[in-house]
């Protein structure tokens, strides 16, 4: 089969083969340039081909062509390459690669990076259609790809299981995958809805265990042009069958859908093999066979969960106490590094008789680096381990390798008072400084945009909240040959703790490179100083120092809790002590405190002094009593508890913020043709990289479908503008940003054109947590603008709000008009933007 590309009198060789009854087209030749381009964990982002292609600038590429010129003023042409007997595309020059995390056991750093800075490249890719018509697209190494200018998501960590229907239309098809590295393939599909179980979340069954109805989790693939709302699924295990009635697959997409199975009929470990079959209107229209593996009683298992971030299914592993479990027993957390399930992390870890080991998923071997929503896994784990496990609450532990020892860092700086201890093995403390390619703005940058958006993401910064593991036991552990996480990251954090950490303990593991055998996790001395420490108990918390950056991630420690900042994002800090009737201190940047008094009994006479500041003397109402302090002109005053609808750690914001409580993907269908185009096509983009990146499944609806009483406390996360989407007025109509075509207002500023893109945050009308994300522009230049930024990577930090244009794509900053941050009112208050 031969491709030709016209005019340019470049013929593309193509590969097809017929496998399982279906066709398969390879592209094994293609072109490819450097492209100058910016994407990390951050809100700017620039690519000159995207600019390109969204001003129709772009030249169909042909060899030897110019594309454009490197920051350095040099030529950036199109070269031919051919791809290997593997199918394998890949340039004959020195590229960099990106995707997106520190590698685990024997998989190599260099290729996990989570942004790219300076160079990239794009590959380009034609196909020839004999007639319009339904393909799946399958590319391993790549970022993101347009196919005939639709933005699709790609898969960077050549996963294998990252299957896209798209539309071809009749005769050339273009593809721009941006990647160094790939194997590109069509798949044309003999059904119009499939089974993929590539891609399976299962639970492994406990021989003889007494719950024996499990939930699993399998692919759907919709290649029709229709949204399916009819579907079940049965599955069949020993003679075993259950009937699930499956929630909605939007058109051309797929989604990871839940079902439950009876294990009921295994009574033995090892592998059992099963069907599901899909069933619509009482007819199987696809049929697949899976096999779940059992275990005895005692081992290592997987169990499954709905996740409450977006109703998803998700799993954890457990590796049972080995004796029986008493009131004393331990709860030990175990976060994985990059590339790892946790079902192995599980395994690693040989049974204790003092306590269960749980492992997380971070929704990903890769996922968030346990941050953003790999750090919300991380609690919803904890709170059903403690569930179910109903561990000692003085006795629960946190440790984790490489991604996991930085995701130990993390959480044991965000969340002090939830461990007697941590661990990090083989961790780095930060994101921004593991490695060079995190396509990040320098932390020194001047330029005041680029800080207003740097400080979006403070709480990723482990290194200034040091302080928050003074009342932890930590244990370092790494090995001193580790080229993967150079050692340089324990003994760094081993001089920044040295000078102040009382309960320190730290080993360098001779010869040990990054992954050394399972005692690289599971390591006695390790688990030895865990014994000996416990959770202190709040009654003996006197003294109380910790930072935050975000209310919203993380706002308590034990008995005090910063509820509002004055600066948003910014550093705050208390530090407090507890006497017998007194509580003394300071704060930095905090606006509203909340202390608990029950230590100090019923109608006690407690006296509060704050930054040298005037004293206030309150009487505790009962033994539970707390009360609300707010930073005043004059001095600390005790206020009400303030209204769900202000600021406070249940809803504090971030453009993020709307990505979570059962969130909902509303498209608009209001505007003109190729407007509800971007629209739903960047709905299902966005679908396909939670997908990809969390494991997750999202409800995508038209704004016809959306209404505030049928989605009640769900977040919301809205495509277009006050034109073009009719569910803006209903859920943004008090909003002090407002969009509509060729024009943005925020406040008092006004901005016209058809350039314009925004991203922001606001309150869920009538819900005290639930929030609406919106991704917005003035015309199709604009909603092109804001399609490929990276907000699903994981510490990526996006302010409130942001309004950029299109130009952004070519200057970075430069191109951003305005971002910050609401007040605690939500209003919006010229001390909290930055301007350009």
């Known amino acids: 089969m031969r491709a030709s590309l016209g005019a340019l009198g470049l013929l593309i060789t193509t590969f097809s083969q017929v496998v399982q009854a279906q066709q398969i087209h390879y592209f094994d030749k293609g072109l490819m340039t450097s492209v100058p381009q910016r994407y990390g964990r951050e809100a700017i982002y620039t690519d000159q081909l995207a600019y390109q292609l969204y001003t129709h600038t772009l030249k169909t590429p042909a060899e030897g062509s110019v594309f454009g010129k490197s920051e350095q003023g040099d030529e950036l042409k199109w070269q031919a390459i051919t791809a290997d007997s593997l199918h394998r595309l890949r340039g004959r020059f020195g590229f960099r690669s990106s995707s997106g995390g520190p590698a685990g056991p024997g998989i190599n750093p260099g290729s996990m990076r989570g942004g790219l800075a300076g160079t990239g490249a794009y590959i380009y890719l034609s196909y020839h259609s004999p007639k319009e ?8 190494g790549n970022s993101h790809v347009y196919v005939n200018e639709e933005l699709h998501m790609g898969d960077a960590y050549s996963m294998g299981y990252m299957d896209v229907p798209v539309k071809l239309k009749k005769g050339l098809n ?6 160094t590295s790939i194997i590109a393939s069509l798949t044309f599909p003999t059904k119009p ?3 993929q179980t590539q891609d399976l979340t299962l639970p492994q069954p406990i021989v003889g265990g007494a719950n024996q109805l499990l939930q699993a989790g ?57 069907t599901l079959s899909l069933i619509r209107k009482g007819k199987s229209v696809d049929q697949a066979t899976i096999a779940l593996e059992a275990v005895a009683p005692g081992e290592s298992y997987s169990n499954t969960f709905i996740s409450s971030i977006d109703g998803s299914l998700q799993y954890y ?19 994985h590094g990059a590339g790892v399930e946790a079902s192995g992390q599980a395994r690693a870890y040989k049974a204790k008789d003092w306590g269960t080991l749980v492992a997380a998923t971070n929704r990903r071997p890769r996922g968030f680096n346990w941050e953003d929503w790999g750090r919300l896994d991380a609690l919803e784990v904890l709170t059903l381990a403690k569930t179910r496990f109903n561990p000692d609450p003085q006795r629960v532990y946190l440790t984790g390798h490489s991604m996991g020892g930085h995701g130990t860092w993390f ?6 008072d939830r461990w007697a201890a941590i661990a990090p093995c083989a961790g780095y403390p930060t994101l921004k400084e593991y490695g060079s390619a995190d396509g990040l703005i320098p932390a020194s940058s001047e330029v005041p945009m680029e800080q207003m958006l740097l400080r979006s993401g403070n709480q990723s910064d482990v290194l200034k909240l040091v302080t928050n593991y003074k009342p932890l036991g930590v244990y370092v552990f790494h090995g001193d040959a580790d080229r993967t996480v150079p050692v340089t990251y324990a003994r760094q954090m081993r001089k920044a703790l040295g000078g102040f950490h009382p309960d320190l303990s730290y080993y360098e593991y001779p010869g040990g490179s990054h992954w050394f ?29 910790f930072i935050t950056s975000n209310p919203g991630v993380s706002a308590s420690y034990y008995w005090a809790g910063i509820q509002q900042q004055i600066k948003p994002l910014e550093y705050s800090r208390i530090q407090l002590q507890r006497s017998e009737k007194a509580i003394t201190g300071k704060t930095e940047n905090v606006h509203l405190l909340k202390l608990a008094l029950h230590a100090f009994g019923s109608n006690a006479k407690v006296s509060i002094t704050l930054d040298s500041l005037p004293s206030l003397t309150v009487t505790t109402a009962s033994a539970q009593d707390s009360i609300y302090l707010r ?6 005053t005790k206020v009400q508890a303030p209204s769900l609808q202000e600021k406070g750690p249940h809803r504090y914001g971030t453009f993020k913020d709307g990505f979570n409580h059962r969130m909902i993907f509303v498209y608009g269908t209001q505007g003109t043709t190729e407007e509800n185009q971007w629209s739903v096509e960047k709905a299902r983009f966005d679908a396909e990289t939670w997908y990809y990146r969390g494991n997750g499944a999202v409800d995508v609806i038209s704004d016809k479908e959306y209404a505030l009483q049928k989605y009640a406390n769900r977040g919301v996360v809205l495509y277009g503008n006050a034109s073009t989407n009719g569910a803006w007025k209903a859920l943004l109509a008090d909003c002090p940003i407002q969009v509509d075509r060729n024009g943005i207002k925020a406040g008092n500023q006004n901005w016209n054109g058809d350039d314009l893109a925004a991203y922001f945050v606001w309150p869920l009308r009538g819900s005290a947590q639930a929030s609406v994300s919106v991704i917005t522009g003035t015309g199709i230049k604009g909603f092109k603008a804001s399609s490929a930024n990276q907000y699903f990577a994981g510490a990526s930090g996006f302010p409130d709000y942001m309004i950029f244009s299109l130009d952004m794509l070519q200057s970075g900053s430069k191109g951003v008009k305005m971002a910050g941050f609401f007040d605690n009112n939500w209003k919006l208050m010229p001390e909290g933007s930055v301007l350009n």
């Open 193 to 195: 809805i499939l089974l």
């Open 133 to 140: 018509q339904v393909a799946i697209l399958n590319i391993k």
């Open 317 to 335: 592993a457990v590796t049972p106490q080995s004796t029986t479990p008493t009131a004393q027993s331990a709860l030990f957390l175990s976060v």
């Open 218 to 274: 399998v692919v759907v693939i919709n290649t029709s042009s229709n949204a399916l709302t009819d579907l079940q699924l049965k599955s069949s295990f020993q003679g075993k069958e259950v009937l699930t009635n499956l929630p909605p697959i939007p058109a051309l997409t797929t989604r990871k859908v839940p079902f439950t199975l009876d294990a009921s009929g295994i009574t033995s470990k090892g592998k059992t093999e099963g």
């Open 631 to 636: 930073r005043e002109a004059s001095g600390w």
């Open 517 to 545: 055998g399972d005692h690289s996790v599971d390591w006695k001395p390790l688990f030895d100083f865990f014994k000996w420490h416990q959770r202190p108990a709040d009654s003996t918390i006197h003294s109380i120092d």
């Open 174 to 179: 273009t593809f721009y995958v941006r990647g």
């Open 411 to 416: 959480l044991g700086a965000t969340y002090p």
